[in-house]
């Protein structure tokens, strides 16, 4: 087990060019639960969708 394998992961951004590559690397690194959600699911620019994306996605981590 490693620090990673039980933690709920969000990394907004997570398909981005920056962001595929963290996602890569946590995979590596035996993180199982990683949400990482296109613009089209959650715009974060409107309010109240950050709020609902953490409620959906119950993250212990976020990367933004």
Do not use: N, Q, Y
Request: hydrophobic residues 40%.
């Amino acid at each position: 087990m490693t620090f990673w394998s039980d933690k709920r992961v969000l990394v907004t951004g997570g398909t981005g060019f920056l962001g595929k590559h963290l996602v890569d690397e946590l995979r590596a690194a035996g993180c199982e639960h990683i949400d990482a959600p296109r613009s089209s699911e959650f715009d974060l620019v409107r309010p109240g969708e950050a709020g609902r994306l953490v409620d959906a996605a119950r993250p212990a981590i976020i990367f933004r």
